[in-house]
């Protein structure tokens, strides 16, 4: 089912609009902020210093089109045609010449109007006509839906297409662009690769402070004539792109001498489909395209959005032969916010860079020192790769069509930084090709990274590889072998994750130790030296063999700093010491702030302009609520910064986004958020100084930061029980805390459940693009929890979403309480505890089905309340921060192994809250461990003494055990060692 999507490609951070009208302000120089930022690439002095200009590059720009007729956009240094093809994937100037007239005459009449033909000649004696809706543009479109710029969107343009050459073969149109109904005043076009026309809809009036026309192209004619496709840019961030890459006229781009194909996939508000751009994509390729810009600086969060894109993607990066350059987009500043190519040798990413004359140039903003955009996507991918690839000028004057703001505009965004890489690339493929050096696509890509600079004061997920510089670029391109910058010779995973891990992102979850894969791609055996960065990460080995196309593994082992943070660290292999490394990776950690230890936290701290800091949470099951509160300070000199506060849940996603502090409109000093049942894991929060501090008054933004959590919990994610086999009852102590809500109630149990009873399952055959639903069911008075599953029958590579509604006993309605709709995913969970009694019903979404239909089982578990968890808890007052101990009287039921239950806060009220889960194991094999001195652990079975394989958990960081051994860090104090394996009775120590 295609679904629309809408693709925001403008962003404009700006709270007093920046805009250059030429005519208006002759003495603005609109190479300002482009000199600048050609300066901070040092691609000026490429350019001087080789004579280099991107001449003989053919740059493909995806994105709204292009205003052909922008005096910087016509020619290159050498003469040449500028834009030297135009191809359109929407539908917005699509017209369907459908009538059909005969020739011949000197009028012809269609819907009721009468042009005038006289002259035109027809070979086969027809005419075909149609019309150009200004209402069949984007409604929100920046132009407004007005195309001739006379102030309304209801006129029509009359289209006529002939075949003045040979009969049926229709490759001239005429448009009624004065809507005088006469096409003998009207220009004849062609295609327009074939002669590189262009014509106005309007005229302009030289004597007005504005322009009143607005160009266009025939893209598209069919050779039947009865549809034709006109082109242009109702938006202005096409033409904008393109100026950044090759203006030459008043506004001199980044690479003056390169031409361009201008590929309209999106419409005059961004809206579009990655559908569209995937065909775009085809088109660059097929038509020449040494590089692809594709700037799309941000995309709307619906998952069908992120699916196309995902295969989109992953279909570009198995082309090697053509650098794609793309936007990080514009969602960050949180973790793995950067658009992800995969792991694409011929994919660069581009982040937002600005330097401290760029803001003062172009904001007349006072940021001391080199920054990024705040909203810049962040890595790391979900692979672990470090992203984005590299950072660019973010913030440029550059050309827009005419119409608008006299054909120059600042704009800014990841959108902005992507064509200086693409200019860039052509300037270094142009010097390369003159020096007789054959340059793929991977080569280009590793020359930008490797000579990229690192920015003081951010980490490799917020930069990559750093700001490029395209000197120190061409002398990579220039003196390293072509084998060493084209080939990937070593693949690194996860040894549980299949396919290529671009590093390691430990977030939700810490490790001690991880083992990676490598895998010798090439033809001889390597041997690599191996280094890690000094700190906190360690190497099992210091070189390892490896035999062509067999995998080895390495050890890595993490000692995390106690400070709470982000932290990153590479690894690398190499072939020989100076060489570029063989592999290369990143691991990203996220060590948190614990919730469960500290209830409630504030930070007191101070940002210069256009700078973050992050701040990381670990919330624990049972916590009702988390309250997150920014308070921006006075100054000495009583000036009030201004702070962006962003929160970001554990799955990644944005939840929350305000901003506290001086505001041209509306200044406050506070700003709050409060999620209730948080999700267990760790929550990312992003404090902002804003760029614009000086407008206030102010040079810093000083802020306190506050962050508490409610409800009753432990500071284990479950409360974990064993029994022996034969045992009927047990009776376990156990602590609980209260947050920092004073409340009057008692601890209340329910369970236990086999895990595994109860599930009933149905097979479905779902559809492309409908809706399946399974069988009803009912949810009795004593549930105590509701667990639906949907998975597909056999091989499936398709994705399906889960729905779950439940029938209003008042109006008899089903209505929606539950979905689970993850991208690109063929299995779909829901979860839900002490449900409402109730009729249910489970649909099944058919998003995408390969086949058009596929066979699917919904599992369905309903357990109940069997009583036989009894918590001796009087009803009374719990302060905030308190700790107290209830017990627990367990009922071990006769048979089974694994259960479940819960804990619930009642409070005097009735009102339940803060499930916390309780497993119980009934499990006769036991384990023995052994703590020895000097950091080792060893793990066996208490009967026989085997050693045993299994993961360990000391401090809440997990280790893997092999042949019945581990070795932790000497100086690590063992405060809690826990281990969960089915095989046996739990392991659980806290040591005092």
């Known amino acids: 089912m295609l679904r629309k999507l809408q693709i925001i490609i403008i962003i404009l951070i700006l709270l007093s609009p920046v805009k250059v009208h030429a005519q208006e302000e002759a003495n603005f120089d609109v190479n300002m902020g482009m000199k600048e930022a050609l300066r901070s690439i040092r691609a000026d002095v490429f350019r001087k210093n080789t004579g280099a200009d991107g001449r003989g590059i053919k740059v493909a720009v995806i994105d709204t089109g292009v205003d052909v007729s922008h005096p910087d956009l016509q020619k290159t240094p050498d003469g040449n045609i500028k834009i030297v093809d135009y191809a359109d994937f929407t539908d917005e100037g699509r017209v369907d010449t459908k009538y059909s007239v005969a020739a011949g005459g000197n009028t012809v009449s269609v819907e009721g109007k009468e042009f005038n033909v006289a002259g035109i000649k027809s070979k086969s004696g027809k005419f075909h006509l149609g019309f150009l809706k200004e209402s069949q543009l984007d409604e929100r479109g920046y132009i407004n839906q007005d195309l001739n710029r006379d102030g309304d969107n209801n006129d029509s343009f009359g289209v006529l297409v002939t075949d003045p050459i040979l009969p049926g073969i229709y490759d001239t149109v005429y448009v009624d662009v004065n809507l005088n109904s006469n096409f003998t005043d009207d220009n004849p076009l062609k295609v327009y690769n074939r002669g590189f026309q262009w014509a106005n809809f309007g005229k302009d009036n030289p004597n007005t402070d504005y322009v009143e026309e607005s160009s266009f192209v025939v893209s598209e004619i069919s050779p039947g004539g009865d549809l034709v496709r006109l082109s242009f840019d109702g938006n202005g961030h096409g033409t904008h792109v393109t100026g950044i890459i090759s203006a030459y006229g008043t506004l001199k781009g980044t690479a003056p001498g390169v031409q361009i194909l201008a590929i309209k996939a999106l419409g005059s508000s961004g809206d579009g489909s990655w559908e569209s751009i995937a065909s775009?994509?085809?088109?660059?390729?097929?038509?020449?395209?040494?590089?692809?810009?594709?700037?799309?600086?941000?995309?709307?969060?619906?998952?069908?959005?992120?699916?196309?894109?995902?295969?989109?993607?992953?279909?570009?990066?198995?082309?090697?032969?053509?650098?794609?350059?793309?936007?990080?987009?514009?969602?960050?500043?949180?973790?793995?916010?950067?658009?992800?190519?995969?792991?694409?040798?011929?994919?660069?990413?581009?982040?937002?860079?600005?330097?401290?004359?760029?803001?003062?140039?172009?904001?007349?903003?006072?940021?001391?020192?080199?920054?990024?955009?705040?909203?810049?996507?962040?890595?790391?991918?979900?692979?672990?790769?470090?992203?984005p690839s590299v950072v660019a000028p973010s913030s440029a004057v550059s050309t827009v069509a005419r119409w608008d703001s006299g054909g120059y505009f600042l704009m800014d965004g990841t959108s902005m930084a992507a064509p200086f890489v693409s200019g860039s690339a052509a300037l270094l493929l142009q010097k390369a090709r003159t020096e007789g050096i054959s340059v793929s696509a991977a080569a280009l890509k590793k020359s930008l990274e490797k000579g990229a600079r690192k920015i003081d004061g951010y980490a490799p997920v917020e930069q990559g590889n750093g700001l490029i510089d395209v000197v120190k670029s061409w002398d990579i391109l220039k003196n390293n072998s072509l084998k060493d910058l084209n080939i990937r010779q070593v693949e690194i995973k996860l040894p549980e994750s299949p396919?290529?891990?671009?590093?390691?992102?430990?977030?939700?979850?810490?490790?001690?130790?991880?083992?990676?894969?490598?895998?010798?791609?090439?033809?001889?055996?390597?041997?690599?030296?191996?280094?890690?960065?000094?700190?906190?990460?360690?190497?099992?080995?210091?070189?390892?063999?490896?035999?062509?196309?067999?995998?080895r593994e390495i050890m890595l082992s993490y000692d995390f700093p106690e400070q709470p943070g982000l932290y990153t660290a590479r690894t690398a292999g190499y072939l020989k010491i100076g060489e570029s490394p063989a592999v290369d990776f990143i691991t990203t950690a996220v060590v948190p702030y614990n919730l469960a230890s500290s209830d409630s936290m504030s930070f007191k701290n101070f940002l210069l302009p256009a700078r973050w800091h992050r701040y990381f949470f670990k919330t624990a099951p049972g916590m009702s609520e988390v309250n997150f509160s920014l308070t921006i300070l006075k100054e000495k000199n009583n000036a009030i910064g201004r702070g962006l506060f962003y929160i970001y849940a554990p799955n990644g996603q944005k939840v929350f986004e305000d901003y506290a502090?001086?505001?041209?409109?509306?200044?406050?000093?506070?700003?709050?958020?409060?999620?209730?049942?948080?999700?267990?894991?760790?929550?990312?929060?992003?404090?902002?100084?804003?760029?614009?501090?000086?407008?206030?008054?102010?040079?810093?933004?000083?802020?306190?930061?506050?962050?508490?959590?409610?409800?009753?919990?432990?500071?284990?994610?479950?409360?974990?029980?064993?029994?022996?086999?034969?045992?009927?009852?047990?009776?376990?102590?156990?602590?609980?805390?209260?947050?920092?809500?004073?409340?009057?109630?008692?601890?209340?149990?329910?369970?236990?459940?086999?895990?595994?009873?109860?599930?009933?399952?149905?097979?479905?055959?779902?559809?492309?693009?409908?809706?399946?639903?399974?069988?009803?069911?009912?949810?009795?008075?004593?549930?105590?929890?509701?667990?639906?599953?949907?998975?597909?029958?056999?091989?499936?590579?398709?994705?399906?979403?889960?729905?779950?509604?439940?029938?209003?006993?008042?109006?008899?309605?089903?209505?929606?309480?539950?979905?689970?709709?993850?991208?690109?995913?063929?299995?779909?969970?829901?979860?839900?505890?002490?449900?409402?009694?109730?009729?249910?019903?489970?649909?099944?979404?058919?998003?995408?089905?390969?086949?058009?239909?596929?066979?699917?089982?919904?599992?369905?578990?309903?357990?109940?309340?069997?009583?036989?968890?009894?918590?001796?808890?009087?009803?009374?007052?719990?302060?905030?921060?308190?700790?107290?101990?209830?017990?627990?009287?367990?009922?071990?039921?006769?048979?089974?192994?694994?259960?479940?239950?819960?804990?619930?806060?009642?409070?005097?009220?009735?009102?339940?809250?803060?499930?916390?889960?309780?497993?119980?194991?009934?499990?006769?094999?036991?384990?023995?461990?052994?703590?020895?001195?000097?950091?080792?652990?060893?793990?066996?079975?208490?009967?026989?003494?085997?050693?045993?394989?299994?993961?360990?958990?000391?401090?809440?960081?997990?280790?893997?055990?092999?042949k019945g051994s581990v070795r932790i860090p000497e100086h690590v104090k063992i405060k809690s060692l826990e281990i969960y394996d089915d095989r046996y009775t739990p392991v659980i120590i806290r040591y005092e």
């Open 499 to 551: 396919g290529y891990k671009g590093g390691v992102l430990l977030r939700n979850k810490l490790a001690g130790k991880i083992g990676i894969l490598l895998t010798n791609l090439s033809d001889s055996l390597l041997k690599l030296k191996l280094e890690s960065d000094p700190g906190w990460v360690r190497l099992n080995k210091d070189y390892v063999l490896l035999p062509r196309g067999k995998p």
């Open 280 to 387: 775009a994509v085809d088109y660059a390729k097929k038509h020449g395209a040494d590089i692809i810009n594709i700037s799309i600086g941000n995309i709307s969060s619906s998952r069908e959005e992120q699916m196309a894109q995902s295969r989109l993607l992953k279909k570009i990066s198995l082309d090697r032969k053509i650098l794609v350059v793309m936007a990080a987009g514009n969602t960050g500043p949180g973790l793995s916010t950067s658009t992800d190519a995969g792991d694409s040798g011929s994919v660069i990413t581009v982040g937002a860079y600005m330097s401290s004359a760029l803001w003062n140039i172009n904001y007349n903003a006072k940021v001391p020192g080199e920054t990024l955009w705040y909203f810049s996507g962040m890595g790391p991918a979900s692979s672990g790769s470090p992203l």
């Open 661 to 962: 502090g001086s505001d041209y409109m509306a200044s406050r000093d506070r700003v709050a958020f409060t999620a209730k049942n948080p999700a267990p894991g760790v929550w990312e929060v992003v404090v902002v100084s804003d760029y614009n501090l000086s407008d206030f008054g102010a040079d810093r933004t000083s802020y306190n930061l506050s962050v508490s959590a409610s409800g009753a919990f432990t500071e284990s994610d479950y409360v974990t029980l064993s029994a022996k086999k034969g045992q009927k009852q047990i009776s376990r102590e156990i602590l609980l805390k209260n947050g920092n809500k004073a409340f009057r109630g008692h601890v209340i149990g329910f369970g236990l459940a086999e895990e595994t009873r109860d599930i009933v399952s149905n097979q479905v055959e779902v559809k492309q693009g409908e809706l399946t639903s399974g069988p009803a069911f009912t949810v009795p008075p004593d549930a105590m929890s509701l667990n639906i599953e949907v998975e597909p029958v056999g091989t499936f590579s398709g994705d399906v979403d889960l729905y779950l509604y439940k029938k209003n006993d008042k109006t008899g309605k089903y209505e929606e309480v539950a979905s689970s709709a993850r991208v690109d995913v063929a299995e779909e969970k829901i979860k839900m505890v002490r449900p409402s009694p109730g009729e249910y019903i489970a649909y099944i979404d058919g998003f995408s089905i390969p086949g058009g239909n596929a066979e699917f089982r919904i599992k369905r578990q309903v357990l109940t309340d069997r009583k036989d968890i009894a918590v001796q808890d009087p009803l009374t007052a719990h302060p905030s921060g308190m700790s107290w101990k209830v017990k627990l009287n367990i009922n071990v039921p006769e048979s089974g192994t694994n259960f479940i239950g819960y804990l619930a806060v009642k409070d005097e009220s009735g009102n339940e809250s803060s499930w916390i889960p309780v497993k119980l194991r009934v499990q006769d094999q036991e384990l023995l461990v052994q703590v020895i001195p000097g950091g080792s652990i060893t793990v066996r079975e208490k009967d026989t003494l085997k050693p045993v394989d299994t993961s360990i958990i000391i401090n809440g960081m997990a280790y893997p055990v092999k």
